[in-house]
């Protein structure tokens, strides 16, 4: 770990405190897909390397739908507790905290990375994944990275054009916890970040 990777957080963090902050939800959209475009193609932990970096244009995503936008009360659902093997982080626990609607979507896991300093985590694989996003799904809530669009104590806010892949999706070197079986939807969300065309980087 670096202080770079440090750097990286702080910026994730400080863009997603910028698209709270807005006043539209679609212009922190914006705003987060900017800053995220600039930290793939300058950032030194981007999770591009120096050849993709160099072809980089932009990250895909799909229009802004107003729609996609959510604050589902957190709804009680029976403990569970997961451990993650990962190759550099360990085995990673988490523990399920609740389950939140997406309307027609249905019901989806919400999880508690239960180590040092804990932190939500709100993962999504939806039937898009394998085709237009990636394989192992996407990410809507990590606060331990600074992914969190707020919310009160009995309430997150979920916007699912802000859907993003983890970066181990573009670079075997980092490892991430991916959907569990209750993160899974089989209908597939046409929002968030897509899998560029003609495949990675």
Not at 36 to 58: C, Q, V, Y
Not at 165 to 177: F, I
């Amino acid at each position: 770990m670096t202080l770079t990777l440090l750097g990286w957080r702080r910026r994730t963090a400080t863009l997603y405190a910028a698209a709270r902050a807005a006043a539209d939800p679609d212009r922190g959209w914006r705003i987060w897909r900017d800053g995220r475009d600039e930290m793939f193609a300058t950032h030194p932990d981007s999770p591009l390397d120096e050849e993709a970096r160099a072809r980089f244009s932009g990250l895909p995503f799909a229009a802004y739908d107003p729609a996609l936008r959510f604050e589902p009360a957190l709804e009680p659902a029976e403990p569970e507790r997961r451990e993650v093997q990962t190759a550099t982080d360990g085995v990673v626990p988490f523990e399920r905290i609740g389950r939140v609607r997406f309307g027609d979507l249905g019901r989806v896991d919400v999880w508690w990375l239960d180590s040092y300093g804990g932190g939500v985590f709100l993962p999504l694989r939806d039937g898009s994944a394998g085709s237009a996003t990636y394989g192992g799904g996407r990410y809507l809530i990590d606060t331990v990275k600074g992914a969190d669009l707020g919310g009160d104590d009995g309430r997150l806010v979920v916007d699912l054009n802000l859907a993003y892949h983890p970066s181990c999706a573009y670079d075997p070197r980092w490892t991430c916890p991916l959907a569990p079986e209750g993160n899974r939807v089989a209908a597939p969300v046409a929002a968030g970040e897509q899998l560029p065309p003609g495949g990675w980087y």
